[in-house]
């Protein structure tokens, strides 16, 4: 009989922690493990993706960043109902009611998984602050917690989480899905309005041509969050339109759009051209394939998705350090301390001043490093031995 396995996750809208369910589920072998996942909150496009390929996918429709009766119920009800050999839970809040309402319905085998490593409780709700505290009380009762990052692990035992219960398993990814492509950067350019498509008298498309080839687009792909400092982003992109004016900037993920008030105003009028929000898609791959650099600007995840998305499409990055980032790019692209907007500049403006050639051989350096130590079947093939060794010995740690 395959394994049972629930997964509980705050919400199946696009993010890493849920990228990263989605890539899991995918893989795994479906005859030794059956995997149902439960949203606190609603669908997703994640879920609705999972759901077409034939996952059971189950919806409490509790409202973001609070509980409700009826939702709790749901819950605990599913959970007696359907007794998994595993309960997977994924971010602070799963893990919190996953614990407890796991424990009452029964299921020994029970895994937390922490995706970043470090938060600044001041910029969150008070109720995610509590939602930690607790967690780190009752850190002794999950049978193993997982994370991407050994920074994760050494932040979180500071906090107070018992330091004998941790597994490491990085992100993995699909270099098939994630790769150089290279008419991408022409028809993003197209998309942005930055080039022509179709006919054109042969000396005017050689004049695009030229110019799309001057242009360069940096990119920084998240949604919208405190953690991910858009605004240190901004500040950076300027002072390097400062230096260079051939530099574009591309910002996709959810909330990242024009609409956002609070992100468009700290963008210059006298920049507002350069900078193009594309809010959340579902082409990442072709808009990561067509920048000329990457960039990760948050100051506390663990493994940013969109490090190694990028390196394996052959963009070189720029990272801040923190989490495993730093060990992730290794020498296929430049690091910089968090919430630094000159040093990230600077770091930009090096790749640019390199020259495409020098560039283009960092990518493919990248992409070769993610296949050695960060392929998604390493990724998939851990989580399995995990959860088989749980089943097999009751508890692994």
């Known amino acids: ?17 849920e990228m990263m369910l989605e890539r899991l589920l995918c893989r795994m072998r479906s005859d030794d493990f059956s995997n149902e996942v439960v949203s606190l909150t609603d669908i997703g496009s994640v879920g609705r993706r999972l759901m077409n390929q034939g996952f059971g996918v189950h919806v409490l429709g509790m409202p973001s960043g609070r509980l409700t009766l009826r939702g709790l119920v749901r819950l605990w009800r599913l959970l007696r109902l359907e007794k998994p050999t595993i309960l997977q839970t994924w971010l602070y809040h799963a893990d919190l009611l996953g614990l407890i ?28 602050k509590w939602t930690i505290r607790l967690c780190s009380f009752l850190s002794g009762l999950p049978a193993a917690m997982i994370t ?13 989480y018992k330091a004998n219960r941790w597994k490491v398993i990085p992100n993995g990814f699909d270099v098939e899905k994630f790769k150089p492509r290279e008419q991408a950067k022409a028809k993003l350019l197209v998309e ?30 998240a949604r919208y969050d405190p953690m991910k ?17 051939n530099v574009h900037f591309v910002l996709a993920g959810r909330d990242v759009t024009w609409g956002n008030k ?37 100051y506390g995840e663990g493994f940013p998705n969109i490090i190694g998305e990028a390196m394996a499409s052959g963009v070189p990055c ?46 493919r350096r990248a992409r070769k490093r993610i296949g050695q130590h960060y392929a998604l079947a390493d990724t998939v093939r851990e989580y399995q031995k995990l959860y088989t060794t749980l089943v097999r010995r009751r508890r692994v740690f």
């Not at 998984?113 to 995610?128: D, F, M, Q, V």
């Not at 500040?235 to 004016?245: E, N, S, T």
């Open 148 to 160: 991407n990052s050994r920074e994760a692990v050494r932040f979180h035992i500071n906090l107070g």
């Open 262 to 298: 609070i992100m468009a105003g700290q963008i210059p009028d006298a920049w507002k051209d350069h900078f193009h929000l594309l809010g959340e898609r579902s082409d990442i791959q072709n808009i990561t394939a067509a920048l000329d650099i990457a960039s990760s600007v948050s």
């Open 1 to 17: 009989m395959p394994i049972r396995v629930v997964h509980l996750i705050t919400t199946l809208e696009t993010g890493g922690a």
């Open 229 to 245: 400092d858009h605004s240190t982003f901004i500040k950076a992109a300027c002072l390097v339109l400062q230096k260079r004016r």
């Open 318 to 363: 720029v990272v801040t350090d923190v989490g495993d980032s730093a060990a992730i790019v290794g020498d296929t692209g430049y690091v910089v301390p968090s919430n630094d907007a000159a040093a990230l500049s600077s770091a930009c403006l090096k790749l640019i001043e390199m020259g495409g050639v020098r560039r283009e051989e960092l990518g």
């Open 192 to 221: 942005l309005g930055l080039s022509h498509k179709g006919n054109t008298e042969r000396g005017e498309q050689k004049r695009f041509e030229n110019r799309r080839n001057r242009l360069l687009l940096i990119g920084f792909i």
């Open 101 to 128: 309402f796991g424990k009452l319905a029964g299921i020994s085998n029970i895994c937390w998984n922490i995706r970043c490593s470090y938060i600044e409780l001041a910029k969150y709700r008070p109720s995610t």
